[in-house]
């Protein structure tokens, strides 16, 4: 079993940058895939980053050149961090790890989850 837990979400405003942190509970970064998602109110679950195994990276087209998806092996820790938000931006933001290989998310993992609300 895998627990993931989200940290460093808050009230920002417009234009301000914060740095969301999901912890690992063991070493998982060699077999799992690791992805950022986001969920704001009335709205589906969607897709910002992803970082790989061998750290590749892909950014959802609204975030792009504004968040950077990173991780610390050693800290079994992956990092999303936001600059630049809009208000769009406010949503829960979720970690997620999926195994490599694997087709369908009945294997995934996920944290529970850390608001982010971006206002003036």
């Known amino acids: 079993q895998v627990q993931l837990v989200e940290s460093g979400g808050g009230l920002v405003q417009p234009g301000g940058s914060l740095r969301l942190s999901c912890a690992a509970s063991?070493?998982?970064?060699?077999?799992?895939?690791m992805g950022w998602y986001r969920q704001a109110p009335g709205k589906q679950r969607e897709l910002v980053a992803t970082?790989?195994?061998?750290?590749?990276?892909n950014y959802a087209d609204s975030v792009k050149g504004r968040f950077t998806i990173s991780r610390d092996n050693a800290k079994n820790t992956v990092y999303l961090q936001m600059n630049s938000l809009k208000p769009e931006d406010t949503a829960v933001y979720f970690c997620?790890?999926?195994?490599?290989?694997?087709?369908?998310?009945?294997?995934?993992?996920w944290g529970q989850g850390t608001q982010v609300i971006v206002s003036s």
């Open positions: 997620n790890a999926h195994p490599r290989g694997v087709i369908g998310d009945e294997w995934d993992y």
């Open positions: 063991r070493s998982i970064f060699s077999t799992y895939a």
């Open positions: 970082l790989t195994s061998g750290s590749s990276t």
